[in-house]
């Protein structure tokens, strides 16, 4: 009587099914995840290395993802810090960061340079990539003092 109710109540805790919001989720991410690899290796040239197919794979999948995200945080409405509408932004607005901002122009610059040898493609990769990041940042920060000058106030960031 009582054990056997105690122990099912028990057994389904265990065993529980995914909320239909992650079901969705899950399941919404598998397929793109699909129809993204196909498409890329359908359009791309065998002379494509696999690196280089990774990243854009990653770059047009994460892409897609937003798109695909945005509806579904919608529809659903997860105020949720911790759930996985929030989880999944997170995961798709940092990834993209990184591939757009340091992968996507190392590989670039990887690609394009002119050694035949991999330390030397390497470093000559990662040093242009770092006077590329730190020109940015002079430029970002010439500005911004134009910018607090102008408006004579230094809270110009929102930080």
């Known amino acids: 009587g009582a054990s056997t109710f105690v122990a099912a109540v028990h057994f389904r805790k265990q065993h529980t099914m995914l909320p239909a919001s992650e079901t969705l989720l899950l399941s919404s991410?598998?397929?793109l995840?699909?129809?993204t690899v196909y498409w890329m290796r359908s359009i791309a040239s065998s002379s494509v290395s696999t690196f280089m197919l990774v990243l854009c794979i990653a770059s047009y999948g994460l892409g897609f993802a937003g798109v695909l995200l945005l509806?579904?945080?919608?529809?659903?409405?997860?105020?949720?810090?911790?759930?996985p509408i929030h989880l999944s932004?997170?995961?798709?607005?940092?990834s993209t960061l990184f591939l757009a901002w340091i992968a996507l122009p190392?590989?670039?610059?990887y690609l394009q340079s002119?050694?035949?040898?991999?330390r030397k493609k390497w470093k000559q990769a990662y040093d242009e990539s770092v006077q590329d990041l730190l020109l940015l940042l002079v430029t970002s920060?010439?500005?911004t003092v134009i910018l607090a000058?102008?408006?004579?106030t230094w809270r110009v960031l929102p930080i």
């Open 29 to 31: 991410c598998a397929l």
């Open 33 to 35: 995840s699909a129809l």
């Open 71 to 83: 509806p579904l945080d919608i529809s659903l409405g997860d105020s949720n810090p911790n759930g």
């Open 89 to 94: 932004w997170m995961i798709i607005y940092w």
């Open 106 to 109: 190392f590989a670039r610059q």
């Open 114 to 118: 002119g050694h035949f040898f991999f």
């Open 141 to 143: 920060a010439i500005f």
């Open 149 to 152: 000058l102008h408006l004579k």
